[in-house]
Every structure is written in structure tokens, then in C-alpha cells.
């Protein structure tokens, strides 16, 4: 089973930038990142594949958010820019871990997710 340890969230102000990190414990196939706002379900963010060469946006942070990953550090990335108060929510890494099939935007896709971190932006 592979862990994953996610940190960088914080409180910002809109229009600020905040850097997520998913550091994995072991090997990794695509990696995502979801978000969850209160009383709401999970939502697709961004996913990028093994080689990097391939990433994934959900429409609302296109051209804000860039994912990107090291794969000799087993750590994905989310850069947020020009933060919306409608981005506050708790952000979930996720990694498909193992040989799967399905699509990289459900949730039900990745077999092992990390704990979380909040993200609260101020308007």
C-alpha cells in the first residue's frame, strides 16, 4: 500500500498563490489531485501522467493551476495561482498504484489517497 503525505495548504488572500506537495511512498502511475468543499462531493482538479508528458485540468482552474511531478522525489505538485475564494476547500492527492482501467477524472479511478490538506481563500 502506498502512502501519500500531502502539505502546502494554508490561508491566502484572492489573487495569491499557494504550491500543494503529495510526497509518495512508493511507485506511482498517474497522479491527481481532487477537492472537496463542505457539503459538496469530490471534485476532479488535475491529473498527470507517469512521464509528465501528459496533464489533465478540470475547466474552473485552467490557466490558474499547474500540476507537475518529481519522479525521482515520488512528490506531484499543485502550483495555485490567482486563487478564487470558490477554490477554498480541503485538496486530496490520489495515485493510481497499481494496473487499472478507467478515466483519470473519477475518483474511482485511484486506489490510494492521501489525508488532505485545507485550503481557505479570503476575499
Known amino acids: 500500500q502506498v502512502q501519500l503525505v500531502e502539505s502546502g495548504g494554508g490561508l491566502v488572500q484572492a489573487g495569491g498563490s499557494l504550491r500543494l506537495s503529495c510526497a509518495a511512498s512508493?511507485?506511482?502511475?498517474?497522479m491527481g489531485w481532487f477537492c472537496q468543499a463542505p457539503g459538496k462531493e469530490r471534485e476532479f482538479v488535475a491529473a498527470?501522467?507517469?512521464?509528465?508528458?501528459?496533464?489533465y485540468y478540470a475547466d474552473s482552474v485552467k490557466g490558474r493551476f499547474t500540476i507537475s511531478r518529481d519522479n525521482a522525489k515520488n512528490t506531484v505538485y499543485l502550483q495555485m495561482n490567482s486563487l478564487k475564494p470558490e477554490d477554498t476547500a480541503v485538496y486530496y492527492c490520489?495515485?493510481?498504484?497499481?494496473?487499472?482501467?478507467?478515466?483519470?477524472?473519477?475518483?474511482?479511478?485511484?486506489?490510494?489517497w492521501g489525508q488532505g490538506t485545507q485550503v481557505t481563500v479570503s476575499s
Open positions: 498527470i501522467t507517469y512521464s509528465g508528458g501528459s496533464t
Open positions: 490520489a495515485a493510481v498504484t497499481r494496473a487499472s482501467s478507467g478515466y483519470y477524472t473519477s475518483s474511482r479511478t485511484y486506489n490510494s
Open positions: 512508493g511507485r506511482t502511475y498517474v
